[in-house]
């Protein structure tokens, strides 16, 4: 089980730095109407999120009712309604994003690179599926088609996170490996899906093997 005080802890660290770079460098808004000060701070926020994906509850509305109102309003005491926390989760975003970056593991010389598909509804319900409606596509993985997008990830030989990139389904698997390894050297290692001329080509005159 997850320690929630060095989880909240580490985030908090981050926040403490990050919210007064985010700051410095965002563009004003000169139409900006500043909102109500909230009771949770964007760490606590932040640590609730990581903790439904850490926890594994199917949907968040269950795991904040049911888990986070009923057995960790002492380490959140100030906890807000349910659609509150929803309009605060939205902003979180981006400050995930970079906290996600900021744990980047280390460029050991030796890399894996993989793909997993990442469904937003049932086959069935294409046509009638509307929160990624224009942004999802079919795709075709190891295990069959399905409709969304796809996450790419690079890990080092210790199981880190280097490097990682999503995208709609219909994104071949190759075209992501650049970007997410513009910056490493030594050996990557892939399946078949990987495997091209033209990729290995271009990988190699940057140390890549």
């Not at 989880?7 to 139409?31: R, T, V």
């Not at 990442?118 to 069959?144: D, E, M, P, Q, Y």
């Not at 990557?188 to 190699?204: P, Q, R, T, V």
Request: glycine share 6%.
């Amino acid at each position: 089980m997850i320690d929630i005080t060095t989880l909240f802890c580490n985030i908090d660290d981050f926040c403490n730095n990050f919210e007064a770079l985010w700051k410095e460098y965002s563009i004003p808004n000169l139409n900006y109407i500043p909102k109500k000060k909230t009771a949770l701070s964007l760490s606590e926020v932040m640590s609730i999120v990581v903790l439904f994906h850490v926890i594994g509850y199917r949907n968040f509305k269950t795991f904040y009712i049911e888990y986070v109102s009923n057995f960790l309003q002492k380490d959140f005491p100030k906890l807000l309604s349910y659609n509150r926390f929803i309009e605060l989760k939205k902003a979180c975003a981006f400050p995930l994003h970079a906290y996600l970056i900021s744990l980047s593991g280390q460029a050991t010389g030796l890399f894996f690179v993989d793909s997993t598909p990442l469904k937003v509804c049932h086959s069935k319900r294409i046509h009638s599926h509307k929160v990624f409606k224009n942004i999802a596509k079919r795709g075709k993985s190891s295990t069959g088609w399905f409709y969304g997008f796809k996450l790419h990830v690079v890990v080092n030989d210790c199981g880190e996170l280097v490097a990682f990139m999503i995208t709609s389904g219909s994104v071949d698997d190759r075209k992501t490996v650049p970007e997410m390894c513009k910056d490493l050297t030594g050996k990557l290692i892939g399946d078949k899906g990987y495997i091209s001329k033209n990729l290995f080509s271009e990988l190699i005159t940057h140390s890549l093997q």
